[in-house]
């Protein structure tokens, strides 16, 4: 199979695919609680799982994972969302229940990081980079937008792409069934279902920190537990979820090549 992380290459390697076509995809996620039954580099470890298998259909070099994420505060209607009740502080996925914190790191510092990412590439002749981001933070999202708007111009084109998409078929949200099939599928040993209490019992959201997407957007069901649960996780389920992701981020790619070269 043809070579395409960036840190294995040579430097005619690395000229070869710049003249090629110039893509260079730049995964990047978090390092942040998945529940007591996941591993903390779940988002990362998925888009750099998702962006090696869209530079196999577009070709192009895929950058070394981006472990670093940010995070900001909960307001109060999305606490209440979740099933808490509204004046606690907290932030990102950190609820009062977790075990150990997860690594957010400060927005300005995250941005700082990922413009210097994006200006050494371009400056090496890249002219479409991805940045193939796995964790749904709000200011996140809004950060890499932004870059992407403002590095691109008619000689380098910038994609943000956020890489869980909603028409899977399979319920998407943090560290819920989704999640944890497609961590079954890349990093089984980064999966202990074993954790979770048995299966007749509710997962609620406020205690394990595992939260369904519809929950975020419109507010948990009258008991605020999980819908879409760990527990029907399987590796084939991921192994679908991987392969779609790759899919539509390949078409975006794709689609976004024809309009430079
Ligand atoms: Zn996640």
Not at 103 to 110: D, G, H, R, S, V
Not at 134 to 151: K, P, S, T, V, W
Not at 244 to 249: L, P, S, V
Request: charged share 20%; aromatic share 8%; hydrophobic share 40%.
């Amino acid at each position: 199979m043809k070579k395409n992380k960036f840190e294995e290459m040579i430097p005619e390697e690395l000229l070869d695919g710049i003249r090629t076509n110039g893509i260079a995809y730049i995964p990047i996620g978090s390092m942040e609680w998945h529940g007591p039954h996941m591993a903390m580099g779940m988002d990362t470890l998925n888009v750099y799982g998702v962006s090696l298998l869209s530079s196999n259909k577009t070709g192009g070099v895929v950058l070394p994972p981006t472990y670093i994420g940010t995070e900001s505060a909960r307001d109060p209607e999305t606490l209440r969302k979740v099933g808490f009740s509204g004046d606690e502080s907290i932030v990102g996925m950190d609820f009062p229940g977790n075990s150990i914190k997860s690594f957010y790191w400060p927005p300005e510092l995250f941005e700082l990081i990922v413009r210097h990412q994006i200006e050494m590439l371009r400056d090496m002749g890249y002219r479409l980079i991805v940045l193939a981001n796995g964790h749904g933070a709000d200011n996140q999202i809004e950060i890499l937008n932004r870059l992407a708007q403002e590095y691109s111009c008619q000689r380098c084109q910038v994609l943000s792409i956020f890489i869980l998409f909603e028409d899977s078929n399979v319920g998407i949200g943090h560290a819920g069934l989704a999640e944890t099939a497609i961590m079954l599928h890349i990093c089984p040993q980064g999966v202990d279902l074993e954790r979770l209490p048995a299966r007749n019992q509710k997962l609620y959201n406020v205690d394990y920190g595992i939260v369904d997407s519809e929950t975020f957007i419109s507010g948990g069901g009258p008991d605020f537990a999980v819908r879409y649960d760990p527990r029907d996780a399987t590796a084939e389920i991921g192994e679908m979820l991987v392969s779609h992701a790759a899919a539509k981020c390949a078409e975006i790619v794709t689609k976004s090549l024809q309009n430079i070269i």
